[in-house]
């Protein structure tokens, strides 16, 4: 059975960095895309980053420059790095699977638990 497994959150000072770690299991098979998406509280989940089986990646707006998805097919992991951090950043992180390239939360039908990312001013 394929699992996700989220690791990696922290609480850091505004303009640190933090760098995510997501294990795949080995769903990085055929066509999929693979993304982090957040969730602050009282607010909607929200796609963050994403990466697809050619390595197309794609971000949202408000984190362009700062973070970076990455993906080792080799150590079936996912990567996250996150630079000049904000406290708007502070969420509970998840990483994704689908078969879908976007970053819309519904399009994904396989989640991880999710890792605390706090950000402090």
């Known amino acids: 059975q394929v699992q996700l497994v989220a690791s990696g959150g922290d609480s850091v000072q505004a303009g640190g960095s933090l760098r995510l770690s997501c294990g795949t299991s080995?769903?990085?098979?055929?066509?999929?895309?693979l993304v982090w998406i957040r969730q602050a509280p009282g607010k909607e989940r929200e796609g963050v980053a994403g990466?697809?089986?050619?390595?197309?990646?794609t971000y949202r707006d408000s984190i362009k420059g700062r973070f970076a998805i990455s993906q080792d097919n080799a150590k079936n992991t996912l990567y996250l790095q996150m630079n000049s951090l904000e406290p708007e950043d502070t969420a509970l992180y998840y990483c994704?699977?689908?078969?879908?390239?976007?970053?819309?939360?519904?399009?994904?039908?396989?989640w991880g638990q999710g890792t605390q990312v706090t950000v402090s001013s």
């Open positions: 990466i697809d089986n050619n390595d197309k990646v």
């Open positions: 080995g769903y990085t098979d055929g066509e999929y895309c």
């Open positions: 994704a699977a689908g078969r879908t390239y976007s970053l819309v939360p519904q399009h994904f039908s396989l």
